[in-house]
């Protein structure tokens, strides 16, 4: 529980009960409690509304790297075409020198 320990726990029950006393304790307890319940809820509410945001942005970024890959490849692919014309350009000008 919110990686507290057996001791650290006691010790904030006993500074409770002192600064309660046994009277007010209970109700200081229902508050609390209370004070959770709406802050998990609040955070349950939050989480299902982010969510979907969330997937659709993952999902847009997927399709962008996709595009970039896409590119990536393309340009690769030139770039190796204009070395090989580049490496047969001087092959078929000696070829005809020699004609």
């Known amino acids: 529980m919110f990686g507290l320990g057996a001791s650290e726990i006691l010790i904030i029950l006993v500074i409770a009960f002192l600064l309660f006393g046994p009277k ?6 229902r ?3 209370k004070a959770i319940k709406g802050f998990k809820d609040t955070a349950e509410d939050l989480r299902k509304s982010v969510e979907p945001e969330l997937n659709m ?33 001087p092959a078929s000008l000696a070829k005809s020198d020699h004609t």
């Open 31 to 33: 508050q609390v409690g």
């Open 24 to 29: 007010q304790l209970p109700e200081v307890g």
């Open 57 to 89: 942005i993952q999902q847009e970024v997927k399709m962008v790297e996709q595009d970039f890959q896409a590119s990536m490849k393309e340009a690769e692919d030139e770039i190796t075409a204009a070395g090989r014309q580049q490496e047969e350009a």
